[in-house]
C-alpha cells in the first residue's frame, strides 16, 4: 500500500534555530502534501500545505519544498521558538481510486525548542 | 477554532461496552473522516462519508461502524470494546472529495477499563 516516512522521529533545537523534518512518499500520483502540528492532548492543526504544481510555500516562518521527481517534501521552521514546541504530522493524497483525495500521515517528529 | 465540534471530549467505559461518538462538521463542508490515535501513535484513518455516502474505508475494524445524516453530522460507533480500543478518536470535514484541506475537532478521548 501507499506509504509516507516521516524523520526524524525526535528533534531537539535551541531557541533561534531553524528545524528540519523531512517526508517521502511512494504514491508518484499524490498530489497535496499539508504539515499538521500538534500539542500535546490537542487536535492537529494544519499549519501549511503545498500542491505539486509548486515547488516551496513559505508562511512567515514556516516554509514547505516539495521535490515531486524524488517523491520528498520538508517542512522549514526558521527562528524557532518554544511555543514550537509539538508533533509534526506530513501527510500526502491518495491520488487514484476510491480513496483518492484522502491522505496518508506519516508517523510524525516531536520537536522540542530549548529556550 | 476549526469549526469541527466534537462530543463527547471524554468517555470512560468497561470492556464489552458500546459507545457513540459525534462529530459535526464545519458548516459548508460534505466530507467527514474518522480517524484513530492511539498513545504515542500516528493517526490511522479509519472511514470517510461524503453528503450521507461512505466514500473510503481504512483501518476500520468490523466492531465499529459509522453514518453520516442529512444534516451532515456524523456518528462513529464503537462496539464490543477491548481495552486496546483505548485512543484519541478526531473526526475531520473537508469541503468536498479530493484533495481538500481537512480541519480537525478536538477529539474524543475513550478509555475502555
Known amino acids: 500500500g501507499e506509504n509516507v516516512e516521516q524523520h526524524p522521529s525526535t528533534l531537539s533545537v535551541q531557541e533561534g534555530d531553524s528545524a528540519v523534518i523531512k517526508c517521502t512518499y511512494s504514491d508518484s500520483a499524490s498530489n497535496y502534501f499539508p504539515w499538521y502540528k500538534q500539542e500535546l492532548g490537542k487536535r492537529p492543526q494544519l499549519i501549511i500545505d503545498?500542491?505539486?504544481?509548486?515547488g516551496e510555500k513559505k508562511d512567515q516562518r514556516i516554509a514547505v519544498t516539495l521535490n515531486k521527481t524524488a517523491k520528498h517534501f520538508s517542512l522549514h521552521i526558521t527562528e524557532t521558538q518554544p511555543e514550537d514546541s509539538a508533533v509534526y504530522f506530513c501527510?500526502?493524497?491518495?491520488?487514484?481510486?476510491?480513496?483518492?483525495?484522502?491522505?496518508?500521515f506519516g508517523k510524525g517528529t516531536k520537536l522540542s525548542v530549548k529556550p | 477554532d476549526s469549526g469541527v465540534t466534537q462530543t463527547p471530549k471524554h468517555l470512560i467505559t468497561a470492556t464489552g461496552q458500546r459507545v457513540t461518538l459525534r462529530c459535526s462538521p464545519r458548516?459548508?463542508?460534505?466530507?467527514v473522516y474518522w480517524y484513530q490515535q492511539s498513545l504515542d501513535q500516528g493517526l490511522q484513518f479509519l472511514i470517510q462519508y461524503y453528503n450521507g455516502e461512505e466514500r473510503a474505508k481504512g483501518n476500520i475494524l468490523e466492531r465499529f461502524s459509522a453514518q453520516q445524516f442529512p444534516d451532515l453530522h456524523s456518528e462513529l460507533n464503537l462496539s464490543s470494546l477491548e481495552l486496546g480500543d483505548s485512543a484519541l478518536y478526531f473526526c475531520?470535514?473537508?469541503?468536498?472529495?479530493?484533495?481538500?484541506?481537512?480541519?480537525f475537532g478536538p477529539g474524543t478521548r475513550l478509555t475502555v477499563t
Open positions: 503545498i500542491r505539486s504544481n509548486v
Open positions: 458548516s459548508g463542508d460534505l466530507s
Open positions: 501527510a500526502a493524497s491518495i491520488g487514484y481510486g476510491g480513496s483518492q483525495g484522502n491522505l496518508i
Open positions: 475531520a470535514s473537508s469541503v468536498g472529495l479530493g484533495t481538500y484541506e481537512q480541519y
